[in-house]
Nanobody, 122 residues
Framework: QVQLVESGGGLVQAGGSLRLSCTAS????????MAWFRQAPGLEREFVAA???????YYGNAVKGRFTISRDGAENTVYLQMNSLKLEDTALYYC????????????????WGQGTQVTVSS
């Protein structure tokens, strides 16, 4: 019943920027941690960023200093601002929500979007 829908992906040149959005299509996830994960072909799913309801943020080592996660006041939408994009950022990006023990652990999240593709070219 609960659904997350991502948008904002696309093709961008290395060094450029994109902003991803994730909207709860069924209800708001008040109190939940919301996160972004990504997966490139042939690789395992990788943690990107997470934000708690009070605004605490967490980032994966590969994106620290380049990506920023945020959420709106109604906690209906979460964003991922991606700057200084690199070729290695190319992946399918997934939005997730839940109450995990660790925000870095994908196994702890209960709700997932279908993903939005980000492709970075040289």
């Amino acid at each position: 019943q609960v659904q997350l829908v991502e948008s904002g992906g696309g093709l961008v040149q290395a060094g450029g920027s994109l902003r991803l959005s994730c909207t709860a299509s069924v209800r708001t996830f008040s109190g939940y941690i919301m996160a972004w994960f990504r997966q490139a072909p042939g690789l395992e799913r990788e943690f990107v960023a997470a934000v708690r309801s009070r605004g605490n943020t967490y980032y994966g080592n590969a994106v620290k200093g380049r990506f920023t996660i945020s959420r709106d006041g109604a906690e209906n939408t979460v964003y991922l601002q991606m700057n200084s994009l690199k070729l290695e950022d190319t992946a399918l990006y997934y939005c997730a929500a839940g109450l995990p023990i660790s925000p870095y652990d994908s196994r702890s999240y209960n709700y997932w979007g279908q993903g939005t593709q980000v492709t970075v070219s040289s």
